[in-house]
């Protein structure tokens, strides 16, 4: 089993940033492919970026690219999201997921490619 825990998320205004952290425990973190997806109100769950098991082939949903990098420190067994000039768009629940199983670029942005998910950690960007 893999446990995840996010934290980092909070309230900001149009133009700012934050940082999600995603601890994870009970595997080796080396070995987890790992992902960030969204969900906001009323929607369905959609991918955010994805970073492979060494960090170095990242992946990024279009309506991120530019703005959120994805990164991991594998000592620290922690995946982070580094997310600048949010706007009211990103306003969602953020969910890190894991799994062990190789996956390919166009299958990370699928929810059912992973088997860990995290509890969620709130972002609100108000105008």
């Known amino acids: 089993q893999v446990q995840l825990v996010e934290s980092g998320g909070g309230a900001v205004h149009t133009g700012g940033s934050l940082r999600l952290s995603c601890a994870a425990s009970g595997r080796t973190f080396s070995s987890l492919v790992m992902g960030w997806f969204r969900q906001a109100p009323g929607k369905e769950r959609e991918f955010v970026a994805h970073?492979?098991?060494?960090?170095?082939?990242?992946y990024y949903a279009d309506s991120v690219k530019g703005r959120f990098t994805i990164s991991r420190d594998n000592a620290q067994n922690t995946l982070y999201l580094q997310m600048n000039s949010l706007k009211p768009e990103d306003t969602a629940v953020y969910y890190c997921?894991?799994?062990?199983?190789?996956?390919?670029?166009?299958?990370?942005?699928?929810?059912?490619?992973?088997?860990?998910w995290g509890q969620g950690t709130q972002v609100t960007v108000s105008s």
């Open positions: 970073i492979s098991w060494s960090g170095g082939r990242t």
């Open positions: 997921a894991a799994t062990q199983r190789a996956i390919t670029i166009p299958t990370s942005a699928r929810p059912w490619s992973y088997d860990y």
